[in-house]
Structure formats: structure tokens, C-alpha cells
């Protein structure tokens, strides 16, 4: 039985890859301070296998047990979030992952760090590759995102090349699904909202900058493969499907079956105005490739969070 450390575990995303690992029969440390993060999203897990610490990571984390695989997802990743906590976001990205780092090498695990499509910015070459280096505004109101994880990134390569850790790199493009926040900002959860609430669905622009969605099911498949490869330099993960905003919010309407009208807001700053992954290194070296369509997506999404609470799988009778 492997032992799993996962950091951002009661996060969105960190969630469900607990599920994942909790299911292929790993033990799951899941550490989150809860900024972010909800117990809600963890309560489900009530397995032996399973321990949950509350604990800030920009803080050095002492653990007495072994550890063989560390996922650092640990990040405040929506917009609203980031700019809300723009210290704690720079922080968790230089301290805790130095603090992660330190106890991978220390318990020689195997080091996955989170990163993200944001480290190319507003990107000058489509669809981006692993090889581009980005077009980031370092002092803009996304910066202290995109420089994070940027330093992330030098601060994992630099503990492989001179530390000798064994590490790798996911670069997280656009991912849905339950559990996201209804008021995180992002757009998914956003139109959702505005669907099912009757309220106009606000796009921004004129709604022609491009996304790619990746159903959360995919993504957590996806970091697993990596983590379990012997690939140490950055890998895309993501679907290469790309579509506009304005194309996203008429599918929302027309999945959810909503009264809803779209209304067009001005573009915030710095917001990338194309953003598809070129994912050749992921199907070359882990055979993976996201199999899930939008509205396959949407209608798990909506099966599973419109639901009664009750009634979903792993909630307490």
C-alpha cells in the first residue's frame, strides 16, 4: 500500500484525486489549511486509509510516517481567490512548495508538482507546447498566479537537477466539475450559477477568447499517470477541444434547459485571448488524452450536484 501526501486535498480538484487514490488502494494524507479548500468536499472520505491535517503549508510540515508520493496542489487557483489573497498566493507557491520539496527529498518520494496553463500567460503561439515560454505580465492583477506557479516550476526542476528528487511537472489547463464553487469565478461554475438562477449569463468581451475543458474525471487520471511515470520535465494536461466563451455560455443555456440571456461585460485585465493545450507529450508518454466531451461533462456535472445531497454517493445516511 503506497502512501499519498496531497496537499489542496479538500480543494476541488485535490478532492478528487484523494477519491482516485483512495479507490486504487492507496493511503490518502490529505493537507489543506482551508482557505480555499471545504471540508464538505472531504466528508465522504471516512475510510482508515484516510487522515486529514489541517495545516498551512507555508509553514515546514514534520510527518513521523513514510511517504512515497507527494502531489503539491496546495494554491488558491480561481481568480477571485488569487487576488483576494495575493501574499498568501505567492507564499504557498515559493515557501510551500520549497516545504513540499523538502520533505519529498527527505522522505525520497516521488513529487508531483500542480502547475497550470496560466504560466504561458496570454499566449503568443497556438495551441502552446511544453517548449513556450510564456507571455506573462509579471505586475498585472493576475501576476501573482502566473509568477507562483512560474516560480514553482524553477524551484521543482532545481531540487531534481541539484537535490536529486525525483520530481515532475503537470500543467493544469482549464478543468470542470462537482465540487466547484458556485462564486468562485470561474466560468463553468459561474454560468451554472446563472443558469439554474435565472440570471443573465455575463460573458466578458465579446466573448471570442478560447478555452479548453477538461472534465475533472480526466485531469485526476491524467496526474496519476504522470506521477507514476519517469518523466521529470513539464507535461500538459488538458482537452484540446477548444471553444469561445460566448460558444460555452449558449451550451450552458442549452444544456440546463435555461431562460437565461447572455449579457456582455468589459474584459478584465491581462485575460488570455486563446488558451488550448497541445497535449503530443501526454499521449506519447502516458497514453493519456481527456475522453470526455463538454456536454458529456455538464450533464455528470449536473446529475451529481443537483441531486439531493442525500442521495449522492459516499454521503452520510
Known amino acids: 500500500m503506497a502512501t499519498a501526501l496531497v496537499s489542496g486535498g479538500a480543494g476541488f480538484l485535490g478532492s478528487h484525486l484523494c477519491d482516485h487514490l483512495l479507490a486504487r488502494g492507496d493511503r490518502v494524507l490529505c493537507v489543506d489549511n482551508l482557505d480555499t479548500g471545504s471540508l464538505a468536499n472531504i466528508a465522504h472520505l471516512r475510510d482508515e486509509r484516510f487522515t486529514f491535517v489541517n495545516h498551512d503549508l507555508t509553514e515546514p510540515l514534520f510527518l513521523d510516517e513514510p511517504v512515497d508520493l507527494v502531489f503539491h496542489l496546495a494554491s488558491p487557483a480561481s481568480p477571485i ?6 501574499l498568501h498566493t505567492l507564499k504557498v507557491g515559493s515557501y510551500g512548495t520549497h516545504n513540499m520539496l523538502g520533505l519529498a527529498k527527505f522522505k525520497r518520494a516521488r513529487f508531483l508538482l500542480a502547475s497550470t496553463s496560466e504560466v504561458y500567460g496570454d499566449p503568443q503561439v497556438h495551441p502552446q507546447p511544453e517548449t513556450y515560454w510564456g507571455h506573462v505580465n509579471p505586475i498585472g492583477p493576475r501576476g501573482v498566479y502566473d509568477e507562483a506557479k512560474r516560480y514553482a516550476e524553477a524551484l521543482t526542476m532545481a531540487y531534481h537537477r541539484q537535490q536529486g528528487v525525483d520530481t515532475c511537472i503537470a500543467r493544469i489547463f482549464n478543468t470542470y466539475g462537482p465540487r466547484m464553487r458556485p462564486h468562485d469565478g470561474r466560468a463553468i461554475p459561474t454560468f451554472l450559477r446563472q443558469a439554474r438562477e435565472g440570471e443573465p449569463l455575463t460573458v466578458f468581451g465579446d466573448g471570442s477568447q478560447t478555452r479548453s475543458f477538461c472534465y475533472v474525471d480526466d485531469l485526476v487520471e491524467g496526474l496519476a499517470l504522470l506521477a507514476a511515470s519517469g518523466e521529470h520535465l513539464p507535461v500538459n494536461l488538458g482537452n484540446p477541444q477548444e471553444m469561445t466563451l460566448l460558444e ?8 440546463t434547459g435555461s431562460s437565461s440571456e447572455i449579457v456582455f461585460e468589459a474584459l478584465p485585465v491581462d485575460d488570455p485571448h486563446v488558451r488550448r493545450p497541445d497535449i503530443t507529450r501526454a499521449r506519447q508518454l502516458l497514453g493519456w488524452e481527456s475522453g470526455t466531451d463538454l456536454e458529456e461533462g455538464l450533464g455528470r456535472l449536473l446529475a451529481e450536484e443537483w441531486r439531493p445531497v442525500s442521495s ?6
Open 248 to 255: 460555452l455560455a449558449e451550451t450552458v443555456v442549452r444544456v
Open 312 to 317: 449522492r454517493p459516499g454521503s452520510p445516511v
Open 81 to 86: 481567490d488569487y487576488q483576494r489573497l495575493p
